[in-house]
């Protein structure tokens, strides 16, 4: 029952796509989920601390944390009881003596074998579950990033990082877009503490929708009172994320890396902690314990909103809800794996998810 919801849904919101370019609140959100289970695990607080392959998609300025030789991350987790997939790779290549990193990132969310119900119901009124056909809904991002350094120092670290970012989205044979994008970075790291700033599509990211209809299809739709659309633009407002962190040396095996991001959307008012109109902030949190940088603990804390007590037949008390996460990862010489257990929604759901992702340097075999 709930896939056959989430078919009617993928359908009919592309319905009321306008024919003119317009700003959209959620536009292209699949690309906010997140990249890698350390990011994920702590409540997407990255854009200061990130500094390997997945920086791509946190701050392209910290690829230049990739040192020597190229770093390939994986990451896959599922949502939804399995319904929705989201898989992220990422290469990162070190070049012209670790000054600079060109990086390639592929992001998918999709949800597989959507029952199509448009036919389910004949016109006689009975029902014919042979009309059913299957079809998919899925987003793409290809991230093509380039980062440089400006100062390299050993107490001192600036670098810049921009993305050029494809976009690709499909709603079975319905409807498809294309897109593109700019993103920027800037890191600045100072003895234990690091400052990271991201402008996200800087300059307005677009996708131009272009759909198909069968004629059966058409009459179904118009039946339903539901318009045909035939071309629509939509439009991704700029955000900014300032962020710092700073990394806490507790003796000679452990340290503790704290961070925390805040936010910034353009595009209206949204239930963040910080409300406002065009601006608000929406703050991550996250905490890394690393021992020996071998055995790593993370924690972290994000999507502050505030929602009607459950308690309340009124619908007038609210509370904040936020959503919660933890991790664990270890590292071996040149292989990581990370693990992250994380809620969708808040912490009043149970709809957690397990996240895996690794991440491998691909070093040269040594001859003697």
Known sequence: MRITLIARMMILTIIPLSTFAQFRKYSNEFLNIGAGARGLAMGAAQVASAQDGTA?????????????????????????????????GSVAIPVNDNKRTL????????????????????????????????????????????????????????SFGVNAKVIY?????????????????????????????????????????????????????YLTKNDIPVKSTELTAPRLILAGSYNFHLGKSVNLLAEGDFDMTFDGKRNTVISGNPVSVDPHLGLEVAIKNVFFIRAGISNFQ??????????????????????????????????AFSNLANQTTPLYSHIFSLKFDLTKKEHN
Request: charged share 20%; no cysteine.
């Open 306 to 339: 505030q929602a009607l007590a459950d308690g309340d037949t009124l619908n007038q008390k609210k509370v904040w809800i936020y959503q919660p996460s933890l991790g664990a990862g270890f590292k071996i010489k040149n292989v990581s794996i990370d693990y």
């Open 103 to 158: 990086g390639l990132s592929v992001l998918r969310f999709a949800v597989d074998d959507i029952p199509n119900t448009l036919f389910l119901v004949e016109p006689d009124g009975s029902i014919n579950y042979n009309n059913i056909e299957a079809f998919s809904s899925a987003d793409y991002a290809f991230l093509l990033s380039f980062a440089q350094k400006i100062k390299d120092e050993e107490k001192n670290k600036i």
């Open 169 to 221: 989205r499909k709603v079975g044979h319905f409807a498809t877009a294309w897109g593109f994008g700019l993103d920027a970075g800037f890191k600045m790291q100072h003895d234990n503490w690091t400052l990271g700033v991201v402008a996200r599509d800087l300059t307005t990211t677009f996708n131009a929708w272009s759909f198909t209809f069968t004629d059966k299809e058409k009459e179904v739709l």
């Open 56 to 88: 791509g998609y946190w701050n392209p300025a910290g690829l230049t944390g990739v040192q020597d030789h190229p770093s390939v991350s994986l990451m896959h987790a599922s949502y939804f009881s399995n319904i929705a997939k989201y898989d992220y």
